[in-house]
């Protein structure tokens, strides 16, 4: 089966400047994470969106970061206006929503976004 | 929330060796507890996991080991091979809540 698809691979911007990143989930995957891992830490969950509902964006910056899922399959990130600490990978998982207990999540390669 | 510790920040051992990380956690609710890998600029990679409801779970080279009472797992990498090196993350869950993951390690397996 065809992996979680992410894009862009690299950003560069400046500071101030605006960013979105796109995610496509592994087919049939109902719920989508987007995580932050910046340099030398575990990934650090942004939003998990189950369908087209958000079930947990609690550690979202919402002054600067949205996202969107709204057809329940491919979901955009995006960063406005950027700031230095934003500097990191933004990862894409999805899993199967089976009923009542954790799925395996799948991740997709990343997004390296770097902060001028 | 959780809150999940993980040691040791790095480990260098020859090759052919065991590799032994351990990871503790802080919500005794906690009952999903999956082991990633991720090499250099590479996506991380699912590799084990284990639910609460087992003490032990075992996949070829890799084993994985549950202690709820004490609140730890542990990932055993048995016969190191230098593709083994990479930063291993650890992390825990309940219900459908999302993954907590520790710090990771980077193991280093020298030929």
């Known amino acids: 089966e065809a992996g979680v698809a992410q894009s862009p691979r690299y950003k560069i911007i400046e500071k101030r400047q605006s960013v979105a990143f796109w995610c496509n989930p592994i087919?049939?995957?109902?719920?989508l994470y987007w995580y932050q891992q910046i340099l030398g830490q575990g990934p650090k969950l942004l939003i998990q969106f189950q369908n087209n509902g958000v079930v947990d964006d609690s550690q979202l910056p919402k002054d600067r970061f949205s996202a969107e899922r709204l057809k329940g399959v491919d979901s955009t990130l995006k960063i406005q206006p950027a700031k230095l600490e934003d500097s990191a990978v933004y990862l894409c998982a999805s899993s199967l929503d089976r009923g009542g207990s954790n799925q395996p999540q799948h991740f997709g390669d990343g997004t390296r976004l770097s902060i001028l | 929330g959780e809150n999940v510790e993980q040691h040791p920040s790095t480990l260098s051992v020859q090759e052919g060796d065991s590799a032994v990380i351990k990871c503790t956690y802080s919500d005794s609710a906690s009952n999903y507890f999956p082991w990633y890998k991720q090499e250099l600029g590479k996506r991380p990679q699912l590799i084990i996991d284990i639910r609460s409801n087992v003490g032990e779970k075992k996949d070829q080279r890799i084993a994985v080991t549950l202690n709820k009472t004490a609140k730890h797992f542990s990932l055993h990498i048995t016969e190191t091979q230098p593709e083994d090196s990479a930063v291993y993350f650890c992390a825990a869950s309940k219900g459908y809540s999302t993954l907590t993951f520790g710090k990771g390690t980077m193991l280093l397996v020298s030929p």
């Open positions: 087919s049939g995957h109902a719920t």
